[in-house]
């Protein structure tokens, strides 16, 4: 499979995002919802910030939701030395009275004119205030239809995972919708268009006591009340996505089914993409899925960086055979390549 990766590489990092408070640090800009609105590109990435630490403390913000109360940032101190703390892992700090993640993500646009020179908002397009974004809101999807940008995320608290809706017509005002899948379910992509009259969506639970993170479907008349759930598929032993799998773009509709690109792991996290075919018109049906995957952490901001061996894709823009994929490198940085629709199509296919 031909994969481009684009020589501008990566394409917005950490430094080119300014903190939403001075006492803040960008420490990831990734896994970035993906439109073309008039004559831009606009990005919807994940900004996660911490607080700035010292040598003492690591400063963690959550977000602190009283009713009838305004929400807003608190930031907890633990002590470098308390050996009951495990610092280990440098996404969360383990204490006994429980995890904490050590950044806080929302949601920055950022655009372009030409898909690879983008401009960053010098503020949030969508910050957590609700007590299902304690941890902070992550990974969009955007889906537009019939000029209206659909916006699904997760929103990470001690309850769950849960994923919400947001509604935007211009990237400047959102309407926020709230929750509409709960808690464990996450990378919701919303097909672009109605199929046999209803809307239709990849989604992926957690299951905790049968099951694997698997990827499922789901109908809606509304785009807010979500049932008539199909499994889709699971995860393959032995393989590259063994461990965990997830809807990744908005599902593309070619001539010969629908074609999503998704996101598969191992157990030791190392983040690959794939491709599947689904039914036009029966999209719980699976046509073909790749064996292998198309694109796999190689270049060095890929392998290296927050999280070192992920390529995690929220979104790609679609040009004639083009499929230009903007894709979250190593949990820190937005790259983006191109491929062949046409290409991922017959090779699927051709099994």
């Given at each position: 499979?031909?994969?481009?990766?684009y020589?501008e590489n990566p394409?917005?990092?950490?430094?080119?995002?300014?903190?939403?408070?001075?006492d803040?640090e960008?420490?990831c800009?990734f896994?970035?919802?993906?439109?073309?609105?008039?004559?831009?590109?606009i990005l919807?990435m994940?900004?996660?910030?911490?607080?700035?630490?010292?040598?003492?403390?690591h400063?963690?913000?959550?977000?602190?939701?009283?009713?009838?109360?305004?929400?807003?940032?608190?930031?907890?101190?633990f002590k470098?030395?308390?050996?009951m703390?495990d610092?280990?892992?440098p996404r969360?700090?383990?204490?006994?009275?429980?995890?904490?993640?050590?950044?806080?993500?929302?949601l920055r646009?950022?655009r372009s004119?030409?898909?690879r020179?983008?401009?960053?908002?010098p503020?949030p397009?969508i910050?957590?205030?609700r007590p299902?974004?304690?941890y902070?809101i992550?990974?969009?999807?955007i889906?537009?239809?019939?000029g209206?940008?659909?916006?699904?995320y997760?929103?990470?608290?001690?309850?769950?995972?849960?994923?919400?809706?947001a509604?935007?017509?211009?990237f400047?005002?959102f309407?926020?919708?709230?929750?509409?899948?709960?808690p464990e379910n996450?990378?919701v992509?919303i097909?672009?268009?109605k199929?046999?009259?209803?809307y239709?969506?990849?989604?992926?639970p957690?299951?905790?006591?049968?099951g694997q993170?698997?990827m499922w479907?789901a109908?809606?008349?509304d785009?807010?009340?979500?049932g008539?759930?199909?499994?889709?598929?699971?995860?393959?032993a032995d393989?590259?996505?063994?461990?965990?799998i997830?809807?990744?773009?908005i599902p593309i509709k070619?001539?010969?089914?629908?074609?999503e690109?998704?996101?598969?792991?191992?157990a030791?996290?190392?983040?690959?993409?794939g491709?599947?075919?689904?039914?036009?018109?029966?999209p719980?049906r699976?046509?073909?899925?790749?064996?292998?995957?198309?694109?796999a952490p190689?270049?060095?901001?890929?392998t290296c960086?927050?999280v070192?061996?992920?390529?995690?894709t929220?979104?790609?823009?679609?040009?004639?055979?083009?499929?230009s994929?903007?894709?979250?490198a190593a949990?820190?940085?937005?790259?983006a390549a191109d491929?062949?629709i046409?290409g991922?199509?017959?090779?699927l296919?051709?099994?």
């Amino acid at each position: 499979m031909k994969v481009e990766r684009y020589p501008e590489n990566p394409l917005v990092k950490p430094s080119d995002v300014p903190p939403s408070r001075p006492d803040f640090e960008v420490v990831c800009a990734f896994n970035a919802g993906v439109a073309r609105y008039r004559d831009e590109i606009i990005l919807l990435m994940r900004v996660a910030e911490r607080a700035i630490s010292d040598d003492r403390v690591h400063r963690v913000p959550i977000l602190k939701c009283e009713h009838g109360k305004e929400a807003c940032v608190e930031i907890y101190e633990f002590k470098k030395a308390d050996p009951m703390l495990d610092f280990k892992d440098p996404r969360i700090i383990i204490t006994p009275e429980g995890v904490f993640l050590t950044t806080i993500s929302h949601l920055r646009v950022a655009r372009s004119k030409d898909g690879r020179n983008f401009v960053v908002d010098p503020k949030p397009a969508i910050f957590p205030d609700r007590p299902s974004e304690i941890y902070g809101i992550e990974d969009p999807r955007i889906t537009e239809i019939a000029g209206v940008y659909y916006i699904t995320y997760k929103g990470v608290a001690p309850t769950g995972i849960s994923t919400s809706l947001a509604v935007t017509t211009d990237f400047v005002n959102f309407e926020r919708k709230g929750i509409i899948l709960c808690p464990e379910n996450l990378d919701v992509c919303i097909f672009p268009e109605k199929v046999n009259g209803r809307y239709v969506a990849l989604h992926r639970p957690i299951p905790r006591s049968f099951g694997q993170p698997n990827m499922w479907i789901a109908y809606s008349p509304d785009l807010i009340s979500w049932g008539d759930h199909y499994f889709l598929m699971g995860v393959q032993a032995d393989s590259w996505d063994s461990g965990r799998i997830g809807g990744g773009t908005i599902p593309i509709k070619t001539e010969h089914g629908w074609l999503e690109i998704y996101h598969g792991a191992t157990a030791g996290d190392f983040y690959c993409l794939g491709a599947v075919l689904l039914d036009l018109d029966e999209p719980h049906r699976v046509i073909a899925r790749g064996r292998d995957p198309i694109m796999a952490p190689e270049a060095p901001y890929e392998t290296c960086g927050f999280v070192p061996n992920v390529i995690f894709t929220c979104g790609a823009v679609v040009d004639d055979d083009r499929l230009s994929l903007y894709y979250g490198a190593a949990d820190m940085v937005v790259a983006a390549a191109d491929m062949s629709i046409s290409g991922i199509v017959e090779h699927l296919l051709s099994g």
